[in-house]
T-cell receptor
Framework: AQSVTQLDSQVPVFEEAPVELRCNYSSSVSVYLFWYVQYPNQGLQLLLKYLSGSTLVKGINGFEAEFNKSQTSFHLRKPSVHISDTAEYFCAVSSGGSNYKLTFGKGTLLTVNP | SQTIHQWPATLVQPVGSPLSLECTVEGTSNPNLYWYRQAAGRGLQLLFYSVGIGQISSEVPQNLSASRPQDRQFILSSKKLLLSDSGFYLC?????????????FGPGTRLTVT
């Protein structure tokens, strides 16, 4: 079985400050990792993904994440946030298989203040 | 390009009434399809997934059912709604192979059971 822990339920930051949203996972097999963003009353949008290869992955809106196998982590970072980055962020893991189900963390609400 | 539609966008239903939520995907064939429920502060819960027409797998025993009458159509139903069925319902699709882990979400349906 696999699981995802997002260590912070809420992260408040000021505009133009850097931010890191933490994600740890557990899985007994190789994993694929994802970060999704959800704006209020909308569906989820894929920010970035790690399938294989380079452990540093870049996504949309200036976000990046680093896969650390030894620490079983996939933290999301952005060097300078904007007001428009205010949203809920979800980390997800999949171990492949015949149906490729995703297991989601409970989400981190990022609030960017002026 | 692929798009995913959900309707209705919002729904208010009394306890004990039936439910039918519809999801359709355009621009792809033979997708995997998923229904999730999102309750406040509880992340995303996978309800059902389907790998083909008429093939439905249930993740959580509950008051809901799902059907896939056509390749790109996924329907979530209930005969009698409970208060606990309130939430934000999201449909998603994924492709085949390694990319099957990458899920794309619809805009969601906000269901309020009164």
């Amino acid at each position: 079985a696999q699981s995802v822990t997002q260590l912070d339920s809420q992260v408040p930051v000021f505009e133009e400050a850097p931010v890191e949203l933490r994600c740890n996972y557990s899985s007994s097999v190789s994993v694929y990792l994802f970060w999704y963003v959800q704006y209020p009353n909308q569906g989820l949008q894929l920010l970035l993904k790690y399938l294989s290869g380079s452990t540093l992955v870049k996504g949309i809106n200036g976000f990046e994440a680093e896969f650390n196998k030894s620490q079983t982590s996939f933290h999301l970072r952005k060097p300078s946030v904007h007001i428009s980055d205010t949203a809920e962020y979800f980390c997800a893991v999949s171990s492949g298989g015949s149906n490729y189900k995703l297991t989601f963390g409970k989400g981190t609400l990022l609030t960017v203040n002026p | 390009s692929q798009t995913i539609h959900q309707w209705p966008a919002t729904l208010v239903q009394p306890v004990g009434s039936p439910l039918s939520l519809e999801c359709t995907v355009e621009g792809t064939s033979n997708p995997n399809l998923y229904w999730y429920r999102q309750a406040a502060g509880r992340g995303l819960q996978l309800l059902f997934y389907s790998v083909g027409i008429g093939q439905i797998s249930s993740e959580v025993p509950q008051n809901l059912s799902a059907s896939r009458p056509q390749d790109r159509q996924f329907i979530l139903s209930s005969k009698k709604l409970l208060l606990s069925d309130s939430g934000f319902y999201l449909c998603a699709w994924s492709g085949l192979g390694q990319g099957a882990s990458e899920q794309y979400f619809g805009p969601g349906t906000r269901l309020t059971v009164t």
